[in-house]
């Protein structure tokens, strides 16, 4: 049993030291030596901003659809969805 406790003081050790470790993987990743894979694109100049959440969107030019324009389109939308359903029957229920 002694074995036992030996290795998993051993994994704890391993584990341990790896978790500070993988926190310094951007800063390795710039390293000479190591660097980044011959692949991998370049690394832009400028820092990422933050999205800029608070500005309101431009204000429309146009107008809204129109009621009979909307009333319309509804209809045809639920005549598409009625064909459909001629097609593809409805699941059956869960039983």
């Not at 990743?29 to 832009?44: N, S, Y």
């Not at 820092?47 to 129109?66: I, K, N, Q, S």
């Amino acid at each position: 049993m002694g074995g036992r406790s030996g290795r998993a003081a051993t994994a704890a050790a391993l584990l341990g030291l790896g978790l500070p470790l993988g926190g310094c993987a951007s800063t390795i990743a710039d390293m000479p030596m190591v660097g980044t894979p011959a692949g991998a694109p370049a690394r832009p100049a400028e820092v990422g901003t933050y999205l800029p959440v608070h500005d309101l969107p431009t204000t429309r030019e146009g107008t809204a659809m129109a009621p009979a324009d909307q009333a319309k389109m509804q209809a045809e939308l639920t005549a598409a969805r009625d064909r459909q359903a001629v097609v593809l029957p409805a699941k059956p229920a869960a039983k």
